[in-house]
């Protein structure tokens, strides 16, 4: 049986660098003093999500570069896979994109946010391309916040890819300002929920990670194959949680028994009349 510990962190809603570099340096040291092999950090946790309240300045490609390049260091002195969130400018706009650093500090690629919230279409742009990652003796992918809420399709995609863990960084805040009290609680935003079905219908481990703050509308968690809660934060809390993983459970069962054969290929496209 092959086990892997993996962390997931909470750093605060930060609007500028100058507050966000710290906040994920201290992340990644408190995964390596929890023996983590993999850390997931919020998305564009650098430099903070630009639909917050706070206005978040514009940032030259020097500023993030300079950025990243502080969080390669502290993974390396951390020995911890580290998986990033930021933003990229292109020339038509900003992607949120997600960095994974090895445990040696290089830099092992990145995935951007193909599918962005409608909400998000005034600050950012959709970037294309879906890659899998193996690190730290794991295979795992990305899927950015609307993504593993809203888009099935691109978790099963990585998991049939061979994927046993997806991480879900993400920017979740409540509707009323208020704080969940019970992972997925009824009351709750749905996220929760959508995730631990995008684990239970793949049979494979999802680790999200959400900016902590006193509306933090979904937890930062690490969700096994069979839909239960692994372990997760305190709601609104700032900090970094670990689990140890089976990697022999995040079997992909249910994913690889999709048959597209028996069910696309053979919709019956007719419309009768009543």
């Known amino acids: 049986m092959s086990t892997i510990r993996i962390a997931v962190a909470s750093t605060p809603l930060t609007a500028s660098l100058e507050e966000a570099v710290p906040a994920a340096v201290a992340a990644v040291e408190q995964a390596g003093r929890l023996d983590a092999r993999i850390v997931g950090l919020p998305e564009t946790g650098l430099p903070g999500h630009r639909s917050q309240a706070r206005v978040v300045p514009e940032l030259p490609k020097d500023a993030l570069d300079d950025a990243l390049r502080e969080i390669a260091q502290a993974a390396r002195r951390a020995r911890v896979v580290t998986i990033v969130g930021t ?20 830099r092992l690629g990145e995935q951007s946010k193909t599918q962005i919230d409608p909400t998000e279409e005034p600050h950012y742009i959709s970037g294309t391309g879906r890659r899998l990652f193996a690190a730290a003796g794991v295979t795992f992918g990305i899927a950015i916040c609307h993504e593993a809420f809203r888009y099935p399709e691109i978790v099963r995609t990585l998991v049939l890819g061979g994927a046993q863990v997806i991480f879900a960084p993400h920017f979740v805040t409540t509707d009323d300002g208020s704080l969940p009290v019970r992972w997925c609680d009824a009351s709750n935003p749905y996220h929760e929920k959508a995730l631990l079905c995008r684990a239970l219908e793949n049979t494979v481990y999802v680790a999200a990670s959400n900016a ?3 509306d933090q509308g979904s937890a930062t968690c690490i969700i096994a194959p069979d839909g239960t809660l692994g372990t997760s934060l305190a709601y609104g809390a700032v900090g970094v949680v670990a689990a140890d993983i089976q990697l022999d459970q995040a079997d992909r069962l249910l994913a690889l ?11 019956d496209r007719t419309v009768g009349s009543a």
Not at 90 to 106: C, H, K, N, Q, S
Not at 257 to 267: F, K, L, M, T
């Open 87 to 106: 933003e990229r400018p292109m020339p038509a706009g900003r992607e949120i994109l997600a960095v994974v650093f090895g445990a040696d500090g290089t």
């Open 212 to 214: 902590a703050g006193p």
């Open 257 to 267: 028994r999709w048959a597209p054969e028996r069910n696309i290929q053979a919709v």
